[in-house]
């Protein structure tokens, strides 16, 4: 269980202090598939940064199971938006999956067999000799995909992942991704900014208010079958509640920006 | 893999090995980019070779510009007898043996200060101060130091080198994508697996590209130093002629610079598309 208690997040410049998050609380289940969502600057990326290990919190305390998180542990694998830099460009695909089997120190007689099952997992057995240059985005991030869950984290955490992918790509990775994460149930703790993406995906999706000093303002329960289709009354009435509770949010980022 | 380098010596390469044009055609000859590289570089040279005959024979004193022609005439001898050789190996061990220690020192030294901040930001002013001493400046007090013998100019060569190439792998070291080293710690690498298999490979690039300034660098540095201070190397051919008003033997000496520095960039090129293409990516959009 990832648990988030009353977190403040503070950077300091010379400029002066700002306070990005200011009394974050949440728990994510074993299992659980979560969205973080809320419009630019709101802060998600932060509170996943630190969720992470990449960032120290300023305040309150993140733990998974009885553990303080403190730095970047193996229980936990970020996968990145940009999946391109995130990779290993001098290695192929199958070397890129091999690179985090050697890092974790896993047997060598099992590379080849975890190789094969992540690469068939997302679908890119056939390309296992290419370089990142030479795939699609999605491809990329598919194997970045393949790559995280290789070394068998419990949770996975996904900085808005399918932010920079064309719409049609980005549907087929949500099935892929869901598919996955039904099959092999672990924890997903998932940015977006994106409405539709969170309802087709989550279990439970937390709003965030902008920044400065954001918090989670509400945690919606999306109960409904998957796949959700965005056409579905129900998802539909969902949509519309959300951006609601989004849209005051917007216009007064709008209004901020204006008067800067 | 496709490379910026593998893109150009590519064409290069297929440029030299394309046969004769294929039938069908003016317009589908002059559509293949390998054909029409090789034949606008003859044409090119071509015309340069006609003008420069006209010009030194009929507008110019020859004496002072000597027509190709002449060039090619006192060339031939100089070829045969292996005095050019002699001083193109003389030179190019020079450059070699600088080139090679002063890439190394560079990228060791460029390494640790890209890491080390503490390191980088005690010695930065002095290096920002040292680098505008070009391997020219530094000749006199080459010469009072290692003599006129092999060692100053090995010296000179090496000082050339070692802030372009340390420079260079710093700034590489930083733009390693922290994306990139995050994504390795979350995989289980150590701070030290993530320096050796993610930042050092991540600044390949920009140390090949530092490399490669800095051997043209070497090549405009040995000259002047051959000519002040040396008795063997193409730069001490260059003096010595100039002293006898032998300018055939003088523009015999800068071609021999020309093809020689254009025949080294090919061969370095070559070298990094066998042996390092697969690191000179830049790529990292999604």
Known sequence: MLRVTNVRKVFESVRGNYVALDGVSLTVKDGEFVCLLGPSGCGKSTLLNILAGFEPVSGGSVTFGEAPITGPGRERVMFFQDAGSALLPWLSVEENIRFGLRVRKIPKAEWAGITDR???????????????????????????????????????LMDEPFAALDALTRRRMHKVLLDIWQRIGKTVVFVTHDIAEAIS???????????????????????????????????????????????????????????? | ???????????????????????????????????????????????????????????????????????????????????????VTISMVRVLVGFTTGSLAGVIIGVLLGRVRLLHDLLDPIIELLRYLSPTAMIPIAVIWFGIGELSKYFLIFWGTFFIVLINTTAGVWRAP??????????????????????????????????????????????????????????YLL?????????????VALLTICVLGFIVDRIFRLVVDKVLARYMSFVSQT
């Open chain 2, 239 to 251: 003096q010595q002629s100039s002293l006898l008003l032998q300018t055939n033997r003088i523009f």
């Open chain 1, 118 to 156: 992540y690469l068939e997992m997302v679908g890119l057995d056939a390309h296992r000799g290419k370089f990142p240059a030479e795939l699609s985005g999605g491809m990329r991030q598919r194997l970045q995909i393949a790559r995280g869950l290789a070394v068998e984290p419990n949770v996975l």
């Open chain 2, 1 to 87: 893999m496709s490379t910026a380098y593998g893109r150009q010596s590519g064409s290069a390469v297929e440029a030299g090995d394309t046969p004769a044009p294929p039938p069908h055609g003016w317009h589908a000859w002059i559509a293949s980019p390998a054909i029409r590289t090789v034949a606008l570089t003859t044409a090119s040279l071509l015309i340069g070779f006609c003008t420069w005959q006209l010009l030194s024979t009929f507008v110019f004193n020859p004496f002072l510009i000597p027509p190709p022609l002449d060039v090619l005439r006192t060339a031939i001898p100089m070829l045969a007898s292996g005095e050019i050789a002699s001083d």
């Open chain 1, 201 to 260: 995906l989550a279990d439970r999706i937390a709003v965030m208010s902008v920044g400065p000093g954001s918090v989670i303002t509400r945690v919606i329960e999306p109960d409904l079958p998957r796949p959700r289709d965005l056409a579905d009354a129900k998802v539909a009435r969902l949509f519309g509640e959300i951006e609601d509770l989004l849209t005051p949010d917007l216009i007064r980022l709008d209004e901020r920006l204006e008067a800067h």
């Open chain 2, 178 to 235: 922290v994306a990139r080293q995050r994504a390795a710690a979350c995989l289980g690498a150590t701070q030290l697996q993530i320096f050796v298999l993610v930042v050092v490979p991540s600044a390949v690039p920009y140390i090949v590209t530092g490399m490669r300034v800095a051997m043209a660098s070497s090549f405009m540095s040995i000259i002047p130093a051959e000519i002040l201070a040396a008795n063997s190397g193409i730069g």
